[in-house]
Nanobody, 122 residues
Framework: VQLQACGGGLVQAGCSLRLSCAAS????????MGWFRQTPGKEREFVAA????????FYADSVKGRFTISRDNAKVTVYLQMNSLQPEDTAAYYC????????????????WGQGTEVTVSS
């Protein structure tokens, strides 16, 4: 599975962005998907995850109520809608795929996309 993330950018606090992660391969629907983020000098941080069916989602407390993860298996794409962005959300955001599981732990993911930068100014 190859993953291509996009949609990052520079926005002001309070604004919204939607990240997309397009996957290759016919087995996308068997992978749980996750979004993580990382800032320089810090470990990669879990943001959100969604099961392979899309029926179950899980969020980090820091983004709960502001971010929404979703997937379209027909388009082999997972999304992260980010509302009410704050400067502390500034990071490189990564999408990841885990075969037949969803997890908050980065070690459980099998494939990673390249990062897409999100910068939120105050």
């Amino acid at each position: 599975v190859q993953l291509q993330a996009c949609g990052g950018g520079l926005v002001q606090a309070g604004c919204s962005l939607r990240l997309s992660c397009a996957a290759s391969g016919r087995t996308f629907r068997t992978y749980g998907m996750g979004w993580f983020r990382q800032t320089p000098g810090k470990e990669r941080e879990f943001v959100a995850a969604i099961s392979w069916s899309g029926g179950t989602t899980f969020y980090a407390d820091s983004v709960k109520g502001r971010f929404t993860i979703s997937r379209d298996n027909a388009k082999v794409t997972v999304y992260l809608q980010m509302n009410s962005l704050q400067p502390e959300d500034t990071a490189a955001y990564y999408c990841a795929a885990a075969h037949r599981r969803m997890s908050i732990y980065s070690d459980n993911y099998d494939y990673w996309g390249q990062g897409t930068e999100v910068t939120v100014s105050s």
